[in-house]
């Protein structure tokens, strides 16, 4: 298998939150000093809060919302009553999306500080991964997560396509049926560190392998060639929020019942270039409530 540019691919296919060993800290939160990201500011457990300006119009939905620049509306089916979540990695993440029965459209987002958020609180992305009308894009504009009241948003711009023709890293991840306890799970190593990702969802449908597994998310597009499968194009974005492509895959994906491949030749994404900087993707939930902010 030869190493290829990141091409996404549109595909109907199932969602669901996963876990990881990283869960059990999960509620933990953190009240740690965050850097300071200018704006109007309040102290909330000794880390500084950033809060909209009193003229920013903030987002409110009363069912789940997702947008994305130029594609069609779709079906909204989240499988999931929230849109921003804590992990144990000092972080927050956001995931929506709509399916299953669409073209996949979706956002992956990560940020950091996993205290609960403050009213109009907001903060930034760190990074963000969108799937939308057949194409994987990332966001070259301002990216922020806001809460406003008892509604979470996420809020991306200037979006361009998604290229993985960068530095190469050390890695190999490993995606069985059985790899832990007799159950699913990506195994293996990232730039020297080692991957345990287990819980979550998986899905094969045509001729795409769909991985939400732990805080990570790893996509193939396969392609029959003689008896056996080769790999189209993949990525992987990471628990702590790194996105990869990887370009070469070994094993038996058929069946995502009896699954076991293993997946090679990562490369880092390249920075962000927005095609057209008044593009956007947003989703909105109604998800907090008083004494509940997670």
Known sequence: MTSMRFVWFGAALLWGCGNSPRDAHEQAGSAGGEAGLGGEGGAAG??????????????????????????????????????????????????????????????????????????????PLSSALIASHGQLLCAAGEARAVRNGRYAAVELGGLGALTCSGDVVPGELRYCHDCLQGSYAIT???????????????????????????WSVLIAKLAQQGATETLVSGAYLSGDGELYC?????????????????????????????????????????????????
């Open 246 to 294: 990887f370009d070469s895959a070994s094993g038996d994906a058929r069946d995502i019942a009896t699954a076991d491949i293993t997946f090679t030749g990562f490369r880092r994404a390249d920075p962000c270039r927005a095609d057209d900087p008044d593009t956007f993707a947003r989703a909105c939930v109604p998800q907090f409530e008083a004494g509940n902010d997670w």
């Open 188 to 214: 293996g190593t990232l730039e020297g560190e080692p991957v345990v990702e287990v819980t979550g969802d998986h899905a094969r449908a045509g001729d795409t392998l769909y991985l939400h597994v732990g």
């Open 46 to 123: 000794g880390r500084q809060v950033v809060l909209a300006p009193a003229d920013d119009v903030l987002p409110v939905c009363d069912a789940p919302l997702l947008e994305v620049s130029g594609a069609d509306d779709g079906t909204e089916n989240w499988q999931k009553d929230r849109l921003l979540s804590p992990t144990s990695w000092q972080t927050f993440r956001g995931d929506a999306l709509r399916g299953p029965i669409d073209f996949l459209t979706g956002i992956w987002s990560k940020g950091s500080g996993s205290a609960p958020f403050e009213d109009r609180e907001v903060r």
